[in-house]
Protein backbone atom coordinates (compact mmCIF):
# COMPACT_ATOMS: atom_id res chain seq x y z
CA UNK A 1 0.00 0.00 0.00
CA UNK A 2 2.43 2.50 0.62
CA UNK A 3 4.99 1.62 -2.12
CA UNK A 4 0.95 2.14 -3.89
CA UNK A 5 0.45 5.40 -2.60
CA UNK A 6 3.64 6.82 -3.11
CA UNK A 7 3.91 6.09 -6.96
CA UNK A 8 0.70 7.44 -7.42
CA UNK A 9 0.10 10.30 -9.95
CA UNK A 10 -1.47 13.11 -7.09
CA UNK A 11 -2.85 16.41 -7.36
CA UNK A 12 -3.47 19.31 -4.84
CA UNK A 13 -5.74 21.06 -4.70
CA UNK A 14 -5.75 22.82 -1.24
CA UNK A 15 -2.06 23.61 -0.13
CA UNK A 16 -0.61 27.24 1.03
CA UNK A 17 2.45 28.78 0.47
CA UNK A 18 2.88 29.96 3.61
CA UNK A 19 2.07 26.82 5.40
CA UNK A 20 5.05 24.77 3.41
CA UNK A 21 8.19 26.65 4.54
CA UNK A 22 10.29 24.51 6.78
CA UNK A 23 12.17 25.29 9.19
CA UNK A 24 15.60 25.40 7.32
CA UNK A 25 13.86 27.60 4.48
CA UNK A 26 12.80 30.03 7.22
CA UNK A 27 15.74 30.23 9.14
CA UNK A 28 18.02 31.19 5.81
CA UNK A 29 15.72 33.72 4.96
CA UNK A 30 15.93 35.22 8.07
CA UNK A 31 19.34 35.00 8.10
CA UNK A 32 19.91 36.41 4.42
CA UNK A 33 17.59 39.31 6.02
CA UNK A 34 19.01 40.50 9.12
CA UNK A 35 16.45 39.19 11.24
CA UNK A 36 16.83 38.47 15.18
CA UNK A 37 14.72 35.90 15.28
CA UNK A 38 13.86 32.15 13.45
CA UNK A 39 17.28 32.37 12.64
CA UNK A 40 18.00 28.74 13.45
CA UNK A 41 15.58 25.76 12.45
CA UNK A 42 15.02 24.75 15.89
CA UNK A 43 13.79 28.03 17.16
CA UNK A 44 11.48 27.50 14.23
CA UNK A 45 10.53 23.80 15.40
CA UNK A 46 9.96 25.27 18.68
CA UNK A 47 7.51 27.54 18.18
CA UNK A 48 5.55 25.41 15.93
CA UNK A 49 5.62 22.39 19.05
CA UNK A 50 4.77 25.30 21.27
CA UNK A 51 1.62 27.24 19.61
CA UNK A 52 -1.53 26.79 21.13
CA UNK A 53 -4.51 23.93 19.74
CA UNK A 54 -7.35 25.33 16.99
CA UNK A 55 -7.19 27.85 13.86
CA UNK A 56 -6.34 30.71 15.97
CA UNK A 57 -3.14 29.43 17.61
CA UNK A 58 -2.26 27.48 14.38
CA UNK A 59 -2.16 31.03 12.68
CA UNK A 60 -0.01 32.85 15.23
CA UNK A 61 2.93 30.90 14.23
CA UNK A 62 1.87 31.00 10.66
CA UNK A 63 1.48 34.41 10.47
CA UNK A 64 5.03 34.92 12.51
CA UNK A 65 6.76 32.42 10.44
CA UNK A 66 6.03 33.80 7.05
CA UNK A 67 7.44 37.26 8.10
CA UNK A 68 10.80 36.52 7.24
CA UNK A 69 9.89 36.53 3.56
CA UNK A 70 10.51 39.80 2.05
CA UNK A 71 12.41 40.15 -1.54
CA UNK A 72 11.43 38.64 -4.89
CA UNK A 73 14.23 36.27 -4.24
CA UNK A 74 12.97 34.85 -1.02
CA UNK A 75 9.65 33.98 -2.82
CA UNK A 76 10.72 32.29 -5.99
CA UNK A 77 13.31 30.07 -3.34
CA UNK A 78 10.00 29.16 -1.53
CA UNK A 79 7.98 28.48 -4.59
CA UNK A 80 10.56 26.75 -6.31
CA UNK A 81 11.41 24.37 -2.56
CA UNK A 82 7.62 23.32 -2.47
CA UNK A 83 7.93 22.25 -6.05
CA UNK A 84 10.97 20.07 -5.11
CA UNK A 85 8.86 18.96 -2.18
CA UNK A 86 6.08 18.37 -4.52
CA UNK A 87 7.84 16.29 -7.22
CA UNK A 88 9.59 13.87 -4.26
CA UNK A 89 5.50 12.96 -3.60
CA UNK A 90 4.69 12.08 -7.39
CA UNK A 91 2.39 15.38 -7.18
CA UNK A 92 1.97 16.30 -10.92
CA UNK A 93 -0.76 19.16 -10.81
CA UNK A 94 -1.37 21.76 -7.64
CA UNK A 95 -3.33 24.58 -6.98
CA UNK A 96 -1.47 26.86 -4.50
CA UNK A 97 -2.86 29.27 -2.42
CA UNK A 98 -1.11 32.73 -1.36
CA UNK A 99 -2.01 35.56 0.74
CA UNK A 100 -1.54 38.86 -1.04
CA UNK A 101 -2.56 40.98 2.09
CA UNK A 102 -0.32 39.66 4.62
CA UNK A 103 2.76 40.66 2.75
CA UNK A 104 1.78 44.03 1.33
CA UNK A 105 0.65 45.02 4.07
CA UNK A 106 4.49 44.69 5.65
CA UNK A 107 5.03 46.84 2.74
CA UNK A 108 6.43 44.29 0.52
CA UNK A 109 5.08 45.46 -3.13
CA UNK A 110 2.49 43.02 -5.02
CA UNK A 111 5.01 43.02 -7.57
CA UNK A 112 8.17 41.70 -5.48
CA UNK A 113 6.00 39.19 -4.31
CA UNK A 114 3.92 37.80 -7.10
CA UNK A 115 6.75 37.99 -9.60
CA UNK A 116 9.16 35.62 -7.29
CA UNK A 117 6.40 33.70 -6.71
CA UNK A 118 5.18 32.95 -10.68
CA UNK A 119 8.67 32.91 -11.71
CA UNK A 120 8.92 29.99 -9.08
CA UNK A 121 6.59 27.99 -10.52
CA UNK A 122 7.24 28.71 -13.61
CA UNK A 123 11.02 27.48 -13.59
CA UNK A 124 9.43 23.99 -11.52
CA UNK A 125 7.00 23.72 -14.16
CA UNK A 126 9.87 24.04 -17.29
CA UNK A 127 12.49 22.10 -14.71
CA UNK A 128 10.45 19.63 -12.78
CA UNK A 129 7.35 19.20 -15.04
CA UNK A 130 5.19 20.06 -12.42
CA UNK A 131 1.60 22.11 -13.65
CA UNK A 132 1.33 24.97 -10.86
CA UNK A 133 -1.84 27.17 -10.62
CA UNK A 134 -2.05 30.25 -8.33
CA UNK A 135 -4.95 30.70 -6.72
CA UNK A 136 -4.75 34.43 -4.60
CA UNK A 137 -6.69 33.98 -0.93
CA UNK A 138 -8.42 37.13 0.53
CA UNK A 139 -7.66 36.83 4.33
CA UNK A 140 -10.97 37.17 6.08
CA UNK A 141 -10.05 39.14 8.66
CA UNK A 142 -9.28 42.42 7.29
CA UNK A 143 -11.63 44.64 5.80
CA UNK A 144 -13.60 44.55 2.26
CA UNK A 145 -12.15 47.23 1.03
CA UNK A 146 -8.42 46.11 1.56
CA UNK A 147 -9.52 42.84 -0.42
CA UNK A 148 -10.78 45.21 -3.23
CA UNK A 149 -7.34 46.69 -3.24
CA UNK A 150 -5.80 43.01 -3.47
CA UNK A 151 -7.95 42.56 -6.91
CA UNK A 152 -6.82 46.13 -8.15
CA UNK A 153 -3.30 45.15 -7.44
CA UNK A 154 -3.33 41.23 -8.61
CA UNK A 155 -5.26 43.11 -12.46
CA UNK A 156 -1.47 43.54 -14.13
CA UNK A 157 -1.28 40.04 -13.55
CA UNK A 158 -4.79 38.47 -13.69
CA UNK A 159 -3.79 36.13 -16.68
CA UNK A 160 -1.39 34.10 -14.33
CA UNK A 161 -3.78 33.90 -10.99
CA UNK A 162 -6.42 31.14 -11.83
CA UNK A 163 -9.27 32.03 -8.48
CA UNK A 164 -9.66 33.90 -5.97
CA UNK A 165 -9.45 32.11 -2.27
CA UNK A 166 -10.29 32.86 1.21
CA UNK A 167 -8.65 31.89 3.94
CA UNK A 168 -7.24 32.83 7.76
CA UNK A 169 -9.68 34.00 10.78
CA UNK A 170 -11.62 34.02 13.19
CA UNK A 171 -14.23 32.91 10.34
CA UNK A 172 -17.13 32.99 13.23
CA UNK A 173 -17.78 37.27 12.72
CA UNK A 174 -16.27 36.71 8.86
CA UNK A 175 -18.53 34.94 6.92
CA UNK A 176 -18.46 34.52 3.12
CA UNK A 177 -21.38 37.20 2.67
CA UNK A 178 -19.27 39.59 3.96
CA UNK A 179 -16.98 39.94 0.57
CA UNK A 180 -20.22 39.22 -1.40
CA UNK A 181 -19.08 41.90 -3.84
CA UNK A 182 -15.77 41.09 -3.73
CA UNK A 183 -16.44 37.86 -4.99
CA UNK A 184 -19.14 39.01 -7.74
CA UNK A 185 -16.17 41.76 -9.01
CA UNK A 186 -13.81 38.56 -9.13
CA UNK A 187 -16.21 36.38 -10.98
CA UNK A 188 -16.72 39.28 -13.56
CA UNK A 189 -12.31 39.44 -14.38
CA UNK A 190 -13.33 35.53 -14.91
CA UNK A 191 -11.42 34.29 -11.81
CA UNK A 192 -12.43 30.68 -10.33
CA UNK A 193 -13.94 31.15 -6.75
CA UNK A 194 -13.26 29.33 -3.49
CA UNK A 195 -12.66 29.63 -0.43
CA UNK A 196 -12.23 28.56 3.89
CA UNK A 197 -14.72 26.52 5.82
CA UNK A 198 -12.42 25.77 8.60
CA UNK A 199 -13.65 22.77 10.14
CA UNK A 200 -15.94 22.85 13.81
CA UNK A 201 -16.29 26.36 13.51
CA UNK A 202 -18.99 28.08 14.72
CA UNK A 203 -22.15 28.87 12.20
CA UNK A 204 -19.60 26.42 9.52
CA UNK A 205 -22.75 24.63 7.53
CA UNK A 206 -24.28 27.88 7.05
CA UNK A 207 -21.45 29.44 5.56
CA UNK A 208 -21.13 26.65 3.36
CA UNK A 209 -24.59 27.23 2.06
CA UNK A 210 -23.58 31.06 1.76
CA UNK A 211 -20.89 30.22 -0.63
CA UNK A 212 -23.16 27.59 -2.57
CA UNK A 213 -26.22 30.08 -2.88
CA UNK A 214 -24.98 33.46 -2.61
CA UNK A 215 -21.50 33.63 -3.60
CA UNK A 216 -21.65 30.69 -6.28
CA UNK A 217 -18.02 29.10 -5.43
CA UNK A 218 -16.43 26.68 -7.44
CA UNK A 219 -14.71 24.54 -4.73
CA UNK A 220 -15.64 24.41 -0.94
CA UNK A 221 -11.87 24.56 0.97
CA UNK A 222 -12.73 21.96 4.60
CA UNK A 223 -16.55 21.84 4.28
CA UNK A 224 -16.61 18.96 5.65
CA UNK A 225 -19.29 19.90 8.76
CA UNK A 226 -22.06 19.60 5.52
CA UNK A 227 -21.55 15.88 7.09
CA UNK A 228 -23.84 17.38 9.87
CA UNK A 229 -26.76 18.57 6.99
CA UNK A 230 -28.63 15.51 5.13
CA UNK A 231 -30.27 18.40 2.96
CA UNK A 232 -26.21 20.12 2.31
CA UNK A 233 -24.80 16.72 1.34
CA UNK A 234 -27.58 15.66 -1.05
CA UNK A 235 -27.34 19.47 -2.71
CA UNK A 236 -23.17 19.29 -2.85
CA UNK A 237 -23.74 15.11 -4.58
CA UNK A 238 -26.18 16.98 -6.91
CA UNK A 239 -23.40 19.95 -7.82
CA UNK A 240 -20.40 17.20 -8.11
CA UNK A 241 -19.01 20.31 -5.73
CA UNK A 242 -15.80 19.19 -4.51
CA UNK A 243 -14.76 19.98 -1.13
CA UNK A 244 -10.89 19.93 -0.77
CA UNK A 245 -10.46 17.85 2.92
CA UNK A 246 -7.27 18.90 5.17
CA UNK A 247 -7.21 15.66 7.15
CA UNK A 248 -3.89 16.89 9.11
CA UNK A 249 -2.41 15.22 11.60
CA UNK A 250 -0.52 16.89 14.62
CA UNK A 251 1.96 15.79 16.83
CA UNK A 252 -0.84 15.57 19.86
CA UNK A 253 -3.28 14.28 17.69
CA UNK A 254 -3.72 10.05 17.48
CA UNK A 255 -4.54 9.70 14.01
CA UNK A 256 -5.80 12.37 11.19
CA UNK A 257 -8.49 14.54 11.75
CA UNK A 258 -11.79 13.97 10.00
CA UNK A 259 -11.89 10.42 8.90
CA UNK A 260 -15.04 9.69 9.71
CA UNK A 261 -16.59 12.86 8.58
CA UNK A 262 -14.84 12.08 4.54
CA UNK A 263 -16.19 8.30 4.57
CA UNK A 264 -19.62 9.38 5.36
CA UNK A 265 -19.30 12.54 2.70
CA UNK A 266 -17.78 9.85 0.47
CA UNK A 267 -19.84 7.16 0.61
CA UNK A 268 -23.21 9.64 0.28
CA UNK A 269 -21.40 10.73 -3.18
CA UNK A 270 -19.97 13.58 -2.34
CA UNK A 271 -16.49 14.65 -4.03
CA UNK A 272 -14.34 15.00 -1.23
CA UNK A 273 -10.32 15.00 -1.83
CA UNK A 274 -7.39 14.88 0.14
CA UNK A 275 -5.06 17.44 0.62
CA UNK A 276 -2.04 18.61 2.70
CA UNK A 277 -3.20 22.39 3.31
CA UNK A 278 0.26 23.72 5.22
CA UNK A 279 2.30 20.55 4.87
CA UNK A 280 5.32 21.98 7.08
CA UNK A 281 3.24 22.43 9.90
CA UNK A 282 1.55 19.34 10.88
CA UNK A 283 3.17 16.46 11.41
CA UNK A 284 0.99 14.66 8.57
CA UNK A 285 3.84 16.58 6.20
CA UNK A 286 3.17 16.15 2.25
CA UNK A 287 0.72 14.22 0.46
CA UNK A 288 2.17 11.02 0.33
CA UNK A 289 2.38 10.74 3.75
CA UNK A 290 -1.18 12.27 4.55
CA UNK A 291 -2.12 9.65 2.66
CA UNK A 292 -0.42 6.91 4.11
CA UNK A 293 -1.87 7.98 7.25
CA UNK A 294 -5.50 8.43 6.02
CA UNK A 295 -5.24 4.93 4.66
CA UNK A 296 -4.18 3.30 8.09
CA UNK A 297 -6.81 5.07 10.17
CA UNK A 298 -10.16 4.45 7.22
CA UNK A 299 -9.16 1.09 6.20
CA UNK A 300 -9.58 2.28 2.48
CA UNK A 301 -8.32 -0.19 -0.50
CA UNK A 302 -6.47 0.91 -3.23
CA UNK A 303 -9.20 1.59 -5.07
CA UNK A 304 -10.83 3.73 -2.45
CA UNK A 305 -7.72 5.57 -2.05
CA UNK A 306 -7.87 5.64 -6.25
CA UNK A 307 -11.28 7.37 -5.98
CA UNK A 308 -10.09 10.24 -3.15
CA UNK A 309 -7.98 10.98 -5.63
CA UNK A 310 -10.13 11.11 -8.76
CA UNK A 311 -12.25 13.13 -6.91
CA UNK A 312 -9.03 15.57 -6.91
CA UNK A 313 -8.18 15.35 -10.67
CA UNK A 314 -12.21 15.93 -11.22
CA UNK A 315 -12.36 19.28 -9.51
CA UNK A 316 -9.03 21.05 -11.71
CA UNK A 317 -10.38 24.02 -13.39
CA UNK A 318 -8.70 23.22 -16.52
CA UNK A 319 -10.30 22.47 -19.45
CA UNK A 320 -11.40 18.86 -21.02
CA UNK A 321 -8.85 17.89 -23.27
CA UNK A 322 -6.26 18.48 -20.30
CA UNK A 323 -8.42 17.00 -17.70
CA UNK A 324 -8.75 14.10 -19.52
CA UNK A 325 -5.02 13.38 -19.80
CA UNK A 326 -4.85 13.46 -15.91
CA UNK A 327 -7.63 11.00 -15.64
CA UNK A 328 -5.82 9.07 -18.15
CA UNK A 329 -2.55 8.73 -16.44
CA UNK A 330 -4.16 8.12 -12.70
CA UNK A 331 -6.45 5.37 -14.90
CA UNK A 332 -3.05 3.96 -16.22
CA UNK A 333 -1.78 3.50 -13.02
CA UNK A 334 -4.37 1.74 -11.39
CA UNK A 335 -4.27 -0.61 -14.11
CA UNK A 336 -0.84 -1.11 -13.88
CA UNK A 337 -1.49 -2.01 -9.78
CA UNK A 338 -3.90 -4.52 -10.47
CA UNK A 339 -6.96 -1.94 -9.33
CA UNK A 340 -9.98 -2.38 -11.52
CA UNK A 341 -11.62 1.00 -12.41
CA UNK A 342 -15.08 -0.14 -11.70
CA UNK A 343 -14.05 -0.49 -8.23
CA UNK A 344 -12.80 2.74 -8.27
CA UNK A 345 -16.08 4.84 -9.44
CA UNK A 346 -18.32 2.21 -7.97
CA UNK A 347 -19.93 2.05 -11.26
N1 LIG B 1 -4.17 29.62 6.27
C1 LIG B 1 -3.46 28.51 6.09
N2 LIG B 1 -4.18 27.42 6.40
C2 LIG B 1 -5.38 27.86 6.82
C3 LIG B 1 -6.55 27.24 7.27
N3 LIG B 1 -6.65 25.91 7.37
N4 LIG B 1 -7.59 28.01 7.62
C4 LIG B 1 -7.51 29.36 7.51
N5 LIG B 1 -6.43 29.99 7.08
C5 LIG B 1 -5.37 29.25 6.74
ZN1 LIG C 1 -6.08 26.00 4.12
Known amino acids: ??????????????????????????????????????????????????????????????????????????????????????????????????????????????????????????????????????????????????????????????????????DSGPEYGNPPVKFRQVYARAREEGYYLTGHHDVDVRDSVEHIWQSLEIIGMDRIDHGLNAVDDPRLVTELARRDMCLTGSPVKRTTDPAPQDVDRIKKLDEAGVCVSLNTDDPEEFESGYLTNMLILFQQASGYSEADMTRLMLNAFNALWLGDVEKRAYFAQLREYAGANGVAWADVTRQ
Open 1 to 166: MRVFLSGMPKAELHLHLEGSLSPETIAAIAKRNGLDYFTTAEEVERSLADRPPGLMGFLKHHFKSQEVMQSRQDFYDATYGLAAKLKENNVVYADLFFDPQAHTSRGISFSDMFGGLDAGRRDAEAELGIEINLIMCIQRERSVDSAFEMLDQAAPFRDRIIGLGM
